[in-house]
């Protein structure tokens, strides 16, 4: 319950772009491992190792955002970055799915675990980047891992992953009506610097 909540208090800071999201999506990574290590739900497990990863990584990359132009701006991945975002997280998924398939003690549902566990990184990774796409993400892992919380047994994740996917329609709109916004400019920057 703690690790949800936390998760949910990231996703919320994650929509206002506070670089807290991170530190707090990190916590929220830990607390969750020690509850999906007893059901040995390796899916799980894999996509809260990759929370703390990117967290950590997140982390710095908002906050040289930040430094460089005040605050923590968003955008639409190009095209191409969209193709390998996709391609990336397809190749991953497929041999991921494989070593899972080869060595079954590692997951007991090859192809949710590694869905789960690429999409996780795809979405944090596309986070970081301040691509909206990376709400795109979250909408498909929830796909899969709301059920699969629940027919583990894990009502609770279910419920707070089927809160999770609202909030992250909404969130996905912030993004989208922020891209839209014209951006203030900030005198104390120079011209010219991005994130």
């Not at 990759?50 to 923590?72: D, L």
């Amino acid at each position: 319950m703690v690790g949800n909540l936390l998760g949910l208090a990231a996703l919320a800071l994650g929509w206002r772009r506070s670089v807290w999201s991170w530190p707090v999506q990190l916590l929220s990574g830990v607390v969750l491992i020690g509850a999906y290590l007893s059901a040995h739900l390796t899916g799980l497990i894999g996509k809260q190792g990759i929370v703390i990863v990117a967290a950590v990584w997140g982390w710095t990359q908002w906050q040289r955002g930040r430094r460089a132009t005040g605050e923590i701006e968003v955008r639409f991945a190009t095209a191409r970055e969209r193709v390998v975002l996709v391609g990336a997280t397809a190749l991953a998924t497929v041999a991921l799915a494989g070593l899972f398939i080869a060595v079954p003690e590692l997951s007991w549902s090859p192809w949710a675990d590694a869905y789960i566990f690429t999409g996780t990184l795809a979405a944090m990774y596309a986070q970081a980047r301040g691509w909206v796409e990376f709400w795109f993400a979250w909408i498909a892992v929830d796909l899969v891992g709301v059920p699969l919380a629940f027919t583990s047994g894990y009502t609770f994740s279910g419920v707070t992953y089927a809160i999770y996917f609202v909030l992250v329609l909404l969130g996905l709109q912030a993004w989208w009506t922020r891209t839209r916004t014209p951006r203030a400019v900030n005198p104390a920057v120079p011209q010219g610097v991005s994130a």
